[in-house]
């Protein structure tokens, strides 16, 4: 699978306060090198502003790097803490991710990637998540 896809990300986080639920239906590029995998892929922030995202798998990890306004990167290595960076314009703040699970199921026409994890500030949960990311190649005219 390679080209256009209609991409579906799910995300469920509970911590304090209600459970929060967001998805995003968008296309993105998806390009697989036979190592790596890449979904390039744009989204606007609460406020307007316009934030390319790089989700790229890899065999042993899973990252998602975020720009615009602000940067972030996310890395997930299931069983392992990984030091995770916001920043903002307030400056930046260093989160752990904590992957519980990663489950990476693919087909001719479509990817579809779970994860279960947490994030820590200072050693202390701040929130549970579960994402869902669907990719399924668009029809080629």
């Known amino acids: 699978m390679m ?7 799910r995300g469920v986080r509970t911590g304090p306060g209600p459970e929060d639920v967001s998805e995003l239906v968008t296309t993105a590029e998806y390009y697989d090198n036979g190592v790596m995998k890449y979904l390039f ?3 606007y922030t609460e406020d ?6 790089r989700l790229t798998i890899a065999p042993e990890y899973i990252e998602l790097k975020k720009t615009g306004d602000a940067t972030s990167v ?12 916001y920043q903002t314009p307030a400056g930046p703040m260093e989160f752990m991710s904590d992957t519980r699970r990663i489950n990476l199921r693919e087909s001719e026409d479509t990817l579809t990637l779970r994860m279960e994890y947490s994030l820590l500030l200072n050693g202390e949960l701040v929130s549970d998540h579960r994402l869902t990311v669907d990719a399924r190649l668009l029809m080629q005219a």
């Open 3 to 9: 080209g256009k896809v209609k991409l579906t990300i």
């Open 41 to 43: 892929y744009t989204e």
């Open 48 to 53: 307007g502003q316009l934030q390319k995202n």
């Open 74 to 85: 996310l890395t997930f290595r299931e069983g392992v803490k990984k030091p995770c960076i």
